[in-house]
Nanobody, 126 residues
Framework: VQLQASGGGLVQTGGSLRLSCAASGSTFSSVAVAWFRRAPGKEREFVSAIRWSGGATYTADSVKGRFIISRDNAKNMVYLQMNSLKPEDTAVYHC????????????????????WGQGTLVTVSS
């Protein structure tokens, strides 16, 4: 699975952005996909994940109620709708695909994600 993230940019506090993750590979529709982010000077952190079927999602407390993950397996796409953005959301955002087909557990763990796309920078100005 190869992944390409896009949609980042500069936005003011309270604004919205939608990140997209385009995937190639026949196994995409059978694996979970997640978004992680790394802010300057900080460790990479989990943001949100979605099961292979889209039937369940997982979201970090720091973005719960503001970020929504979704996927379109017919288009090999995963999205992250980010609303009510805050300066602390500033980071490079990466999408990643799980290495385990049809996994339903451990979807918030970075160690389960084997395929990574290059990141897209999100900057939220105050």
């Amino acid at each position: 699975v190869q992944l390409q993230a896009s949609g980042g940019g500069l936005v003011q506090t309270g604004g919205s952005l939608r990140l997209s993750c385009a995937a190639s590979g026949s196994t995409f529709s059978s694996v979970a996909v997640a978004w992680f982010r790394r802010a300057p000077g900080k460790e990479r952190e989990f943001v949100s994940a979605i099961r292979w079927s889209g039937g369940a999602t997982y979201t970090a407390d720091s973005v719960k109620g503001r970020f929504i993950i979704s996927r379109d397996n017919a288009k090999n796409m995963v999205y992250l709708q980010m609303n009510s953005l805050k300066p602390e959301d500033t980071a490079v955002y990466h999408c990643a695909a799980d290495r385990r087909p049809y996994a339903t557990s451990g979807l918030t763990s970075l160690t389960n994600y084997h395929y990574w796309g290059q990141g897209t920078l999100v900057t939220v100005s105050s």
